[in-house]
């Protein structure tokens, strides 16, 4: 079955530094999508990415965030000047077409110090 | 409360027993998706139920949704050690465009 990759599945980052997570969406996939779980909570809503712009955010991604579709397969969420409270998992998603299973990654680890 | 509340928050059973999880959400919704989390790990898609559906059915796994009571509830027979993992319901909102709402999530244990 196809699935979503994410890279890195760990990564450690001192507070205020810049940190890049990325993602390769299934390939027919057009929507895209960045959610966030802190330690022993639930899954949050980051963003939503189609045809090339953010098409729905939350509140939790305001300026410390972005998101950019480089080419035709990465996606990629970068957080500017990490803070503690960034610590997390970060999951990327994607969906081929509204009302589908929207499918996501194995996530990403962020850790910082 | 919040959108996709799941009850119960923790669930003990026996391997072999049946487990029910129940998620109660607040909004008009297009489809309800449930999801399975090993600890630490990804979210693995169990089944999705449109709101215009009241029932699916996926192996050991039996869905319903009740969109007069905006709920649902998912069903795991014969339960087995590797069903272990929290389980999550998600809706999709009709106002909110594509995106999951994600409920708080029940913690299954089954013992062998």
């Known amino acids: 079955e196809p699935e979503v990759t994410q890279t890195p599945s760990h990564q450690v980052t001192q507070m205020g530094q810049e940190v890049i997570l990325r993602c390769v969406p299934i390939?027919?996939?057009?929507?895209f999508y960045w959610y966030r779980q802190i330690l022993g909570q639930k899954v949050e809503f980051l963003v939503s990415?189609?045809?090339?712009?953010?098409?729905?955010k939350s509140e939790i991604f305001d300026d410390q965030f972005s998101v950019e579709r480089p080419d035709g397969s990465n996606f990629t969420l970068k957080i500017r000047s990490t803070k503690l409270e960034d610590s997390a998992m970060y999951f990327c998603a994607s969906l081929q077409d509204h009302g589908n299973t929207i499918y996501f990654g194995e996530g990403s680890w962020l850790t910082v110090v | 409360s919040q959108q996709g509340e799941e009850d119960p928050q923790a669930l003990s059973i026996q391997e072999g027993e049946n487990a029910t999880m129940n998620c109660s959400y607040k909004t008009s919704i297009n489809n309800l998706q449930w999801y399975r989390q090993n600890s630490g790990r990804g979210l693995v898609h169990l089944i999705l139920?449109?709101?215009?559906?009241r029932e699916k059915h996926s192996g050991r796994l039996r869905v319903t949704l009740d969109t007069s009571k905006k709920s649902s509830s998912l069903l795991i027979t014969a339960s087995r050690a590797a069903d272990t993992a929290s389980y999550f319901c998600?809706?999709?909102?009709?106002?909110?465009?594509?995106?999951?709402?994600f409920g708080e999530g029940t913690q299954l244990t089954v013992n062998p």
């Open positions: 998600a809706t999709q909102e009709e106002t909110s465009g594509s995106r999951l709402t």
């Open positions: 390939s027919n996939h057009l929507y």
């Open positions: 990415f189609y045809n090339n712009e953010i098409s729905e």
């Open positions: 139920i449109r709101s215009n559906e």
